[in-house]
T-cell receptor, first 115, second 112 residues
């Protein structure tokens, strides 16, 4: 158990729709990152939040956005869904900033299928 | 882009044998972490090794890091069927946005 929970576990959306994925981190973990993992690939960094502010972003378009809340929960929002957005979305949390080399702990992920 | 590249891409061994997986990366790193992923599930943290460390152990796991060669290896000794999973290395870099970059993984199958 990593103490990181994600919801929903599976969902199907139609191209063009919007989706919100949720994550609950361990208490005290003030850094949360989101990753996208396509089938057969390694996870790709989407963005990271530290103390409710985005402090790093990967090569993902602005239609991928996020929020982090004071209660150690966070959201990943994706607008205008495309078929290529079909993937496993992973939330990861860590105590302190990852620049300190802290271990990051992953949730079980949310499987998104866009049809 | 993938910074870490695991080798081999797939590995099949008998229970009780040792499994060695390698990871190569391109840029300077702060630390490197190894993760296990069972099919379709989340990533389980195995070991973190910092750039100033050369070797770490955790139970049946041994990780080495050679920063001069930009490579790391994960050794699983006395493998079990339950070790069947995909294994990923993730490099932590302070270049630009601090983030972890994952390789494409090694798919390990341990045959009973």
């Amino acid at each position: 158990e990593t103490g990181v929970t994600q919801s929903p576990t599976h969902l199907i959306k139609t191209r063009g729709q919007q989706v919100t994925l949720r994550c609950s981190s361990q208490s005290g973990h003030n850094t949360v990152s989101w990753y996208q993992q396509a089938l057969g690939q390694g996870p790709q960094f989407i963005f990271q939040y530290y103390r409710e502010e985005e402090n790093g972003r990967g090569n993902f378009p602005p239609r991928f956005s996020g929020l982090q809340f004071p209660n150690y929960s966070s959201e990943l929002n994706v607008n205008a869904l495309e078929l290529d957005d079909s993937a496993l979305y992973l939330c990861a949390s860590s105590p302190g900033q990852t620049s300190s080399g802290n271990t990051i702990y992953f949730g079980e992920g949310s499987w998104l299928t866009v049809v | 882009s993938q910074q870490g590249e695991e080798d081999p891409q797939a590995l099949s061994i008998q229970e009780g044998e040792n499994a060695t997986m390698n990871c190569s990366y391109k840029t300077s790193i702060n630390n490197l972490q190894w993760y296990r992923q069972n099919s379709g599930r989340g990533l389980v943290h195995l070991i973190l090794i910092r750039s100033n460390e050369r070797e770490k152990h955790s139970g049946r796991l041994r990780v080495t890091l050679d920063t001069s060669k930009k490579s790391s290896s994960l050794l699983i000794t006395a493998s079990r069927a339950a070790d069947t999973a995909s294994y990923f290395c993730a490099t932590g870099t302070a270049s630009g946005t601090y983030k972890y970059i994952f390789g494409t993984g090694t798919r390990l199958k341990v045959l009973a």
